[in-house]
């Protein structure tokens, strides 16, 4: 699946993150970059609230890794 508005591929936090910020029932997606521009967040911002939803146990993403910090 591609993003409708530039064409990259996506992956499970584009489609995670455009089902948690913009809209939970979309079946078409935004990726992430396109999404952090519609909203007004740096990368580094929407990367940060992507690691919080994962630490809140949010199933709309890829749980964390217990290696990882
Ligand atoms: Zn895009």
Redesign the pocket.
Known sequence: MQ?M??S?ELDEFDIGCHLKLIHRGATAF??R??IAKDIGWTREEMDRAIRRFQEQGCRLFPPLREAEP
Do not use: A, D, I, Y
């Open positions: 993003c508005r530039c990259r935004l990726c970059e396109c």
